[in-house]
């Protein structure tokens, strides 16, 4: 990657100030396509935003980033180098408080001034220079909404040794193809890398009372499958902001009354979920938190002798184990 570019203080207009939000912008007015909007929390999006300014200038796009009250001032200062680059609109938003990823992307959607929004985690990076020219074709013609999904990939990051589990999470999860997403439109929708009509946004808006990390992308896309087409294509970009297995393990074990607030939301979509059949099988069953600390020392493997499948394996049997212990039953 370039050198960050330095901050120039003509580059970028005075800030607008509101109780909540700091909002600055580069100036630049026009029309544009979409709507590039950016969540981002303690991430100066630094590798996103280097790619987004060689596409961009190929296309008329603005962008937004929210930073959902990390108060870093070195961070915004990079930020706003970075956007003062920006060949079309582009524009920072300062919350003064940290609110969480739903209410960031919910205020995002409240600046963009585009009927179409790309929604890009800060830790995306685009996986090829076609990127924005795929979604733009992908726009249906009219004015009928619809929800384009992209997918997501580690094309272009190697895993070291402390990120290892968590790669081998996602290839085996996650980075699915169009077609095997299809199968499940709204359970595959993973919110950071996804292509929306406004209408969409704004008729389902992102579940706050999701706290912390973890399955509010999965509740927002099964809300936007009972109303509206998801369509999944292949239009990946590379998730750079992989875990630890420490931070992995952390997300997972204080994720499950989000898991329990998606399942009383979405009984019949998420009872068909594996994950959810073993939690349920787990609750009457003695001793969860010794089977979930065994799984954790396991997938955890400090020693490094656990293989890559078993620890894949006690990393779910962890989940659940947790899960079991939060799960409510709406038919109990």
Same mark, same amino acid.
């Given at each position: 990657?370039?050198?960050?570019?330095?901050?120039?203080?003509?580059?970028?207009?005075?800030?607008?100030?509101?109780?909540?939000?700091?909002?600055?912008?580069? %100036? /630049?007015?026009? &029309?544009?396509?979409?709507?590039?909007?950016? &969540?981002?929390?303690?991430?100066?999006?630094?590798?996103?935003?280097?790619?987004?300014?060689?596409?961009?200038?190929?296309?008329?796009?603005?962008?937004?980033?929210?930073?959902?009250?990390?108060?870093?001032?070195?961070?915004?200062? @990079?930020?706003?180098?970075?956007?003062?680059?920006?060949?079309?609109?582009?524009?920072?938003?300062?919350? /003064?408080?940290?609110?969480?990823?739903?209410?960031? *992307?919910?205020?995002?959607?409240?600046?963009? =001034?585009?009927? +179409?929004?790309?929604?890009?985690?800060?830790?995306?990076?685009?996986?090829?220079?076609?990127?924005?020219?795929?979604?733009?074709?992908?726009?249906?013609?009219?004015?009928? &909404?619809?929800?384009?999904?992209?997918?997501?990939?580690?094309?272009?990051? @190697?895993?070291?040794?402390?990120?290892?589990?968590?790669? !081998?999470?996602?290839?085996?999860?996650?980075?699915?193809?169009?077609?095997?997403?299809? @199968?499940?439109? %709204?359970?595959?929708?993973?919110?950071?890398?996804?292509?929306?009509?406004?209408?969409?946004?704004?008729?389902?808006?992102?579940?706050? %009372?999701?706290?912390? +990390? %973890? +399955?509010?992308?999965?509740?927002?896309?099964?809300?936007?499958?009972?109303?509206?087409?998801?369509?999944?294509?292949?239009?990946?970009?590379?998730?750079?902001?992989?875990?630890?297995?420490? !931070?992995?393990?952390?997300?997972?074990? @204080?994720?499950?009354?989000?898991?329990?607030? $998606?399942?009383?939301?979405?009984?019949?979509?998420?009872?068909?979920?594996?994950?959810?059949?073993?939690?349920?099988?787990?609750?009457?069953?003695?001793?969860?938190?010794?089977?979930? =600390?065994?799984?954790?020392? $396991?997938?955890?493997?400090?020693?490094?002798?656990?293989?890559?499948?078993?620890? $894949?394996?006690?990393?779910?049997?962890? *989940?659940? !184990?947790?899960?079991?212990?939060? $799960?409510?039953?709406?038919?109990?």
């Amino acid at each position: 990657m370039s050198d960050t570019p330095k901050p120039s203080a003509s580059a970028m207009a005075e800030p607008g100030v509101t109780s909540q939000e700091t909002v600055r912008d580069n %100036g /630049h007015n026009g &029309p544009s396509q979409i709507s590039i909007c950016i &969540p981002a929390w303690r991430d100066t999006a630094s590798p996103l935003l280097h790619a987004l300014s060689e596409l961009v200038e190929h296309h008329v796009c603005e962008v937004l980033i929210y930073d959902d009250g990390s108060g870093d001032q070195e961070m915004t200062a @990079t930020i706003i180098a970075h956007l003062a680059e920006f060949k079309g609109p582009a524009k920072l938003i300062t919350a /003064h408080q940290n609110k969480g990823r739903s209410f960031a *992307r919910n205020r995002l959607i409240d600046h963009a =001034n585009c009927d +179409w929004l790309l929604m890009l985690d800060a830790d995306m990076l685009p996986d090829d220079d076609k990127f924005l020219a795929r979604y733009l074709d992908a726009i249906p013609g009219g004015t009928e &909404p619809a929800l384009i999904a992209g997918g997501f990939s580690l094309a272009q990051i @190697t895993a070291d040794k402390s990120r290892a589990l968590h790669a !081998a999470q996602s290839i085996k999860s996650e980075c699915l193809g169009a077609a095997e997403r299809m @199968t499940d439109p %709204g359970r595959f929708v993973f919110t950071s890398n996804i292509l929306a009509h406004r209408q969409i946004l704004e008729n389902v808006s992102f579940d706050d %009372g999701y706290q912390g +990390w %973890g +399955w509010e992308d999965v509740d927002w896309g099964l809300r936007v499958a009972e109303q509206f087409p998801i369509r999944h294509i292949d239009n990946t970009a590379t998730h750079l902001g992989l875990d630890t297995t420490d !931070a992995l393990l952390h997300k997972y074990g @204080t994720s499950g009354e989000n898991f329990a607030r $998606l399942a009383s939301q979405h009984p019949q979509a998420v009872s068909q979920m594996p994950l959810y059949k073993v939690a349920r099988g787990l609750r009457p069953v003695p001793g969860t938190s010794i089977i979930a =600390n065994i799984c954790k020392r $396991l997938a955890r493997d400090r020693f490094g002798f656990v293989p890559m499948e078993m620890r $894949l394996f006690a990393l779910k049997l962890y *989940r659940s !184990a947790i899960y079991s212990e939060t $799960l409510h039953d709406p038919r109990d």
